[in-house]
C-alpha cells in the first residue's frame, strides 16, 4: 500500500529555485537531474553506510548486497537509514554532511529531501511525503492516507472508517514472499480481514485458485457465488436415509478459506 506530499517543512522539503530569479541558480541547481541514482531511486548523491562504511547509492543497493547469498549469514544486515551522517555528491564527488544541496557544486541533490530520513529523490511526481507516525517517507500524497496508530501504518482514505484493526499489521513478512512489509516499495494490499500482504503476491494467489487469507484462512473476496453454488450441488445430492436431519461441521477447502455448516436433509 507499497504498503511512501509534503507541504514545506524543515524535515521533507523541494528545492526552491525562486528564492534567486537567476538561470545560473536555476541550472546550477538541476544540474545532472534524472541522470544520476540507480534501480530504485533517482537521485544526485550516494550514501555512506554507517554500519558497513561503504558507499552506495541507496539503502536498497545496500541491504540487497549485504544480504545476498554470497554474504556470510552473520555479517548480513540492513541500514540503519535514520543513522546516515554522510552523502557523496553524484557530480563533484564531494562527500559532506546530509543535505539537500552540495557544498561545493550547488547542485541540488534531490528534488525531494527529508531530513528526518536521510533521504533523496528527483522523481518528485510520486508525491512523497514523511510520516511522523510510521517514521519514515512514503509516497502517494499526503492528502489520500491516514495513519493508524493501532495498525501502526498509513493507508488510503477509502480505509479510514472501514478496515479492521490488526494491531501492526504491516510489522511483518509478507505471507507469501517473506519480504518485510512495513518498508517495502511494493504496492500492499490490505485484506478484509485486516492482514496485508503485496499486491502482486495476492494476484499470484488467484492464479492458482488461492482466495484465502495465509494467515487465518478468511477469505480474501467475495465467495457468495461460489457458496450459492456448492448449496445447489447439495440440495442436488440424495442424502442417504441413515444420515437425515442429522447435523454436521464441515471444513471448506483451503481456498475456500471459510467454515462452512450444513445440515444434512
Given at each position: 500500500?507499497e504498503?511512501e506530499r509534503c507541504s514545506?517543512?524543515?524535515?521533507a522539503q523541494?528545492c526552491?529555485v525562486?528564492m534567486?530569479p537567476t ?5 546550477t541547481?538541476?544540474q545532472g537531474?534524472?541522470q544520476?541514482?540507480?534501480s ?5 548523491c550516494q550514501i ?6 561503504e558507499?552506495?547509492?541507496c539503502r ?13 549469514p552473520?555479517?548480513?544486515h540492513d541500514?540503519?537509514?535514520h543513522?546516515?551522517r554522510?552523502?557523496?555528491?553524484s557530480?563533484c ?10 557544498v561545493?557544486?550547488?547542485v541540488?541533490?534531490g528534488?525531494y529531501?527529508?531530513?528526518k530520513c536521510?533521504?533523496f529523490d528527483?522523481?518528485d511526481s510520486?508525491q512523497q511525503?514523511h510520516?511522523d507516525g510510521?517514521?519514515?517517507?512514503r509516497t502517494?500524497?499526503?492528502d ?5 496508530y493501532?495498525?501502526?501504518c498509513?493507508y ?12 501492526k499489521?504491516m510489522h511483518h ?10 518498508d517495502?516499495?511494493k ?8 492482514h ?5 503476491c495476492?494476484k499470484?494467489?488467484h ?6 487469507c495465509?494467515?487465518c ?10 457458496w450459492?453454488?456448492?448449496?445447489r450441488?447439495v440440495?442436488l445430492?440424495?442424502m442417504p ?7 454436521v461441521r464441515?471444513?471448506?477447502f483451503?481456498w475456500?478459506g471459510l467454515?462452512?455448516?450444513?445440515r444434512a436433509h
Amino acid at each position: 500500500m507499497e504498503v511512501e506530499r509534503c507541504s514545506p517543512r524543515p524535515s521533507a522539503q523541494r528545492c526552491e529555485v525562486d528564492m534567486k530569479p537567476t538561470m545560473v541558480v536555476e541550472d546550477t541547481l538541476n544540474q545532472g537531474c534524472m541522470q544520476y541514482g540507480c534501480s530504485h531511486y533517482r537521485r544526485r548523491c550516494q550514501i555512506r553506510a554507517p554500519c558497513c562504511n561503504e558507499v552506495f547509492d541507496c539503502r536498497h543497493c545496500h541491504n540487497e548486497a549485504k544480504n545476498s547469498m554470497d554474504v556470510d549469514p552473520l555479517d548480513r544486515h540492513d541500514v540503519p537509514r535514520h543513522e546516515v551522517r554522510k552523502v557523496i555528491c553524484s557530480l563533484c564527488r564531494t562527500e559532506q554532511e546530509v543535505q539537500q544541496t552540495c557544498v561545493t557544486c550547488g547542485v541540488c541533490m534531490g528534488k525531494y529531501f527529508c531530513e528526518k530520513c536521510n533521504f533523496f529523490d528527483d522523481e518528485d511526481s510520486k508525491q512523497q511525503y514523511h510520516c511522523d507516525g510510521c517514521g519514515i517517507c512514503r509516497t502517494g500524497g499526503q492528502d489520500n492516507f491516514f495513519h493508524c496508530y493501532k495498525c501502526g501504518c498509513c493507508y488510503s482514505n477509502l480505509l479510514k472508517d472501514c478496515h479492521p484493526c490488526v494491531e501492526k499489521a504491516m510489522h511483518h513478512n509478507c505471507p507469501v514472499c517473506f519480504e518485510y512489509l512495513f518498508d517495502s516499495t511494493k504496492v500492499i494490499s490490505v485484506l478484509p480481514c485486516g492482514h496485508t500482504i503485496h499486491m502482486h503476491c495476492l494476484k499470484e494467489m488467484h492464479e492458482h485458485l488461492r482466495f484465502a487469507c495465509p494467515v487465518c484462512s478468511k477469505s480474501v473476496c467475495d465467495m457468495s457465488k461460489v457458496w450459492e453454488k456448492l448449496d445447489r450441488e447439495v440440495a442436488l445430492t440424495p442424502m442417504p436415509e441413515a444420515y437425515q436431519n442429522k447435523m454436521v461441521r464441515c471444513l471448506m477447502f483451503m481456498w475456500y478459506g471459510l467454515e462452512a455448516y450444513f445440515r444434512a436433509h
